[in-house]
């Protein structure tokens, strides 16, 4: 019957009699009392601070006069005469908010206000991705920092200009010679030395360069830091350790801005990646016959592409992820929380003591279950047969654990009978049950769908 009311024609006049809310948006507003007030002008600092904030190119003339315009018609508020008019407490004009003494009722309890928030991080409420921090603090490179070990790469180098020579050129014929591309190279082993007890002074070093327009590039820098950061996040059994600091001047020559991806830990904060934002100044200081060939052409427009350098250590990723992935049950014992794609093995096998025949079936069941879960490109340990249906089941469980296991198939004397076997998961420690002739099929659904 409702439905039935709201379908006919007299629904557009119980609307229009019931709402406030004009049919048809208002665009037009008081030109004269906006001229009274005066044409609102904004500088180049107020551009940069918006497009940062919005991440939006305002960088042409249509789009600062939009937000010209945009200003000028909020400004009508400041000419409303609200003498004598007392604050409004609710925007419901038949109902009546009750307000309550303005006294602190929570005791300061982060815990209990941070219990209702999906994801927090570092006692913060998350909300959708944030804005690019407005503060730029000048970077002194001289002055330790036991947090970050930033790099002061340049050009200067004859290799590395080899390289990044050959890698343009190759990208940029991949990319019909359109921006964006990037290229992405990893360092031989080198020598390193940093204030961190942890960080490895033999290590590879990996390096991606992104070539933005001149135009683009200061958007493309501070969502690429964003994209990094959810990346580190992805892999991590702990997403709110990754964080990245402010940005911040670079002070060198090329007065760029670069930050760094942090993973923080209860004995400090580490650095796992330094991103960079270089403009062109990098390729500004080569010959001029070295910077024809960087040179490419954007919105009709010669000129030399703005760079943005990802860079980071690879065996201190490594190192970072096991010390992410390492945590105590309640019982004490030892587990390896590693992400699904990272862990070594996604399967292992258990069965609780039994007899010496019962074992030697059960032993080569699990051999036959793990050729058919190698075959469908899932990674396996084999069952040790000095553990295997001769120890005790938990404790082939916490071994497991602390090697990382994702999942452990646990089969028991009636597997032999019923064909029915556990699937025990690290991550709730709770066992499922399914057919041996289904868990292949199982197996490779669990890891497709995570």
């Not at 970072?320 to 014992?333: F, H, I, M, N, V």
């Not at 096998?349 to 079936?361: L, M, T």
């Amino acid at each position: 019957m409702l439905r039935a009311f709201l379908t006919t024609p007299f629904r557009k006049n119980w609307r229009r009699y019931c709402s406030l809310v004009p049919d048809e948006p208002v665009v037009e507003y008081n030109r004269k009392l906006a001229d009274a007030i005066g044409q609102t002008t904004i500088d180049q600092k107020t551009i940069e601070q918006l497009e940062r904030n919005s991440l939006v190119d305002f960088g042409n003339e249509k789009g600062i006069q939009i937000v010209e315009e945009a200003i000028k018609f909020a400004d009508q508020l400041s000419s409303v005469d609200t003498e004598g008019v007392e604050p409004l407490w609710t925007v419901l004009e038949d109902s009546t908010l009750f307000l309550r003494e303005d006294e602190v009722t929570d005791c300061g309890n982060q815990e209990l206000v941070l219990s209702n928030a999906a994801v927090t991080e570092e006692g913060y409420f998350v909300s959708p991705p944030g804005n690019i921090p407005l503060e730029t603090k000048v970077y002194d490179l001289k002055k330790p920092n036991s947090t970050t070990s930033p790099e002061n790469a340049k050009l200067d180098d004859e290799k590395s200009r080899a390289d990044l020579k050959d890698g343009f050129a190759s990208a940029k014929s991949l990319s019909g010679d359109s921006l964006p591309f990037g290229i992405a190279f990893g360092r031989k082993p080198c020598r390193e030395r940093s204030d961190g007890p942890l960080y490895p002074e033999n290590h590879v070093k990996l390096k991606q360069i992104i070539f933005e327009k001149p135009q683009t590039s200061k958007q493309l820098f501070y969502r690429h830091l964003q994209q990094r950061k959810r990346w580190w996040r992805k892999f991590s059994a702990d997403p709110g350790k990754f964080s990245f600091s402010d940005v911040m001047k670079t002070g060198d020559s090329f007065n760029g801005e670069e930050a760094q991806i942090l993973a923080s830990f209860p004995w400090g904060v580490h650095q796992v990646e330094n991103v960079k934002y270089t403009g062109s100044g990098a390729l500004e200081q080569l010959p001029v016959q070295e910077q024809n060939h960087f040179a490419v052409v954007a919105d009709r427009k010669r000129c030399l592409p703005h760079m943005i350098e990802s860079s980071m250590n690879l065996e201190y990723g490594v190192l970072t992820y096991l010390l992410d992935a390492y945590s105590e049950r309640k019982s004490g014992r030892p587990v390896l929380r590693f992400h699904r794609k990272l862990s070594p093995y996604k399967y292992g096998f258990a069965a609780g003591a039994v007899s010496s025949a019962v074992g030697q079936e059960l032993y080569d069941m699990s051999r036959m279950i793990c050729l058919d879960l190698k075959k469908e490109g899932l990674s396996c340990l084999f069952p040790s047969p000095q553990e295997f249906g001769k120890k005790s089941l938990e404790m082939q469980l916490t071994k497991n654990d602390a090697l990382g296991i994702c999942y452990t198939v646990v089969l028991n004397d009636k597997s032999l009978t019923s064909g029915l076997c556990g699937l025990y998961n690290r991550e709730t420690t709770i066992q499922e049950q399914t057919h041996i002739s289904k868990l292949a099929e199982y197996c490779v659904l669990i890891m497709k769908n995570y």
